[in-house]
């Protein structure tokens, strides 16, 4: 019974038709081609993308002609991407430079951030090869500050050694190293500061390190490569020119350290140190008119004693409470002062600081007193009074 139930219900199933699997959705590549051939710039890039999707043999024997004709945009960057990867970089490359600039730097910054396709690092060297010096001239590199590979860094650092007499070149492509590169290019601006001289390079130097931190980069800082920048330009910093501590002031402050961009002024003004610290000086010019009508002048100073982390833009600022309460311990309004409110008129304070530290204390006399004398040229007749604190202010 059971061998007869078999049979049966084998019997059955036997003449059931077979199911087909599902199958993937056919393309015409004949009829896409053809689309492509008859569409005009705008769809052409699209076109492209949609041959290249059903046939990317087809696709490359039509890059060459359709890439000369599409327009930029993203959907053109994207069909540059998938020419490259048909190896039709040299199409590319020519439709590229006859782009307006500012679509060819968009469309060179999107390859640039790309490095990590088929075939677009290969595009990269061979068009520094293919444009020789316009790849430079022109601003194709400054694309390859995302493109973090060993290809790239090795064309930045081959053209940095041949270009430093090109003071704007060098100065940019340094910039794009430093952004490439991040932590590893921070050994190599130390060591070029090691050899030299030139003020000029030491301040492109010091601006590349907030880029090898990641300063401005599409990808953003992180604290490894800012913290390796900022060991960098602390090597840097005793060994830099005058002219170059604005920059690195500059430098401290885009990475973020605030400290060392003040302590920064006892290397600036290293020269000038006494026992650690930095004479300056500080001036108050109480300018008055009395209810009277009768002029008054009177010009406050004292010796400031900073602990090497004060610049001379931040004196006043920074020594102000200090000095109101020496020079004005009564003033009600400090923008008026102390000698307008003491004869009931109206007047001005201006608060005067030295352009450097000084040397010593003569330096400093004769500061107050080419103070005295500009304020008396500026009003003939008015008499000002002198008022020389003896205790120094401290920071």
């Not at 019997?11 to 569409?39: I, M, R, S």
């Not at 396709?117 to 090869?129: E, H, L, R, Y």
């Not at 500061?193 to 980069?217: C, H, M, N, Q």
């Not at 000084?358 to 103070?371: I, L, P």
């Amino acid at each position: 019974m059971l061998v007869t139930l078999i049979a049966i219900f084998s019997a059955a199933h036997a003449g059931a038709p077979a199911v087909a699997p599902p199958t993937a959705p056919t393309c015409d590549a004949k009829a896409l081609n053809t689309a492509l051939t008859e569409a005009s710039p705008g769809p052409s890039a699209q076109a492209l993308l949609d041959l290249a999707a059903c046939d990317t043999v087809v696709a490359k024997l039509a890059a060459p002609a359709t890439v000369k004709r599409m327009l930029a945009g993203p959907t053109g960057d994207a069909a540059a991407l998938l020419a490259i990867s048909l190896d039709q970089g040299q199409a590319v490359r020519d439709w590229i430079t006859a782009l307006v600039a500012d679509e060819r730097a968009s469309t060179l910054n999107h390859l640039g951030e790309a490095c990590d396709k088929p075939g677009v690092t290969t595009f990269w060297t061979d068009s520094a090869k293919a444009l020789g010096d316009k790849f430079w001239s022109a601003g194709w590199y400054s694309a390859l500050d995302a493109c973090r590979v060993p290809a790239a860094e090795a064309l930045l650092t081959a053209r940095l050694a041949g270009v430093k007499n090109d003071r704007a070149l060098f100065s940019a492509v340094l910039g794009t190293y430093a952004t490439n590169a991040g932590i590893a290019s921070v050994p190599t601006i130390q060591a070029m500061s090691e050899k030299e001289t030139d003020p000029l390079v030491f301040i492109d130097l010091v601006r590349a390190l907030p880029a090898a931190g990641g300063i401005g980069a599409s990808s953003g800082a992180d604290q490894a490569r800012i913290s390796a920048a900022l060991a960098g330009l602390n090597a840097i910093a005793p060994k830099l020119p005058e002219r170059a501590f604005p920059e690195a002031r500059k430098a401290y402050l885009a990475l973020g350290d605030e400290v060392s961009a003040d302590t920064l002024s006892a290397i600036r003004y290293a020269s000038v140190l006494q026992d650690g610290k930095l004479m300056y000086g500080i001036i108050a010019l109480e300018n008055a008119t009395c209810k009277k009508g009768d002029p008054r002048m009177t010009l406050h100073a004292a010796m400031v004693w900073d602990t090497g982390h004060t610049w001379p833009d931040q004196l006043a600022e920074r020594v102000l409470p200090n000095a109101l309460t020496t020079f004005m311990p009564n003033v009600v309004v400090p923008a008026t002062g102390q000698l307008a409110e003491s004869c009931k008129g109206t007047g001005t304070v201006a608060w005067l600081a030295p352009e450097a530290p000084f040397a010593n204390a003569a330096a400093y006399t004769a500061w107050v007193a080419a103070q005295k004398a500009t304020a008396e040229h500026a009003h003939p007749g008015v008499v000002v009074k002198l008022d020389l604190k003896s205790t120094a202010l401290s920071d």
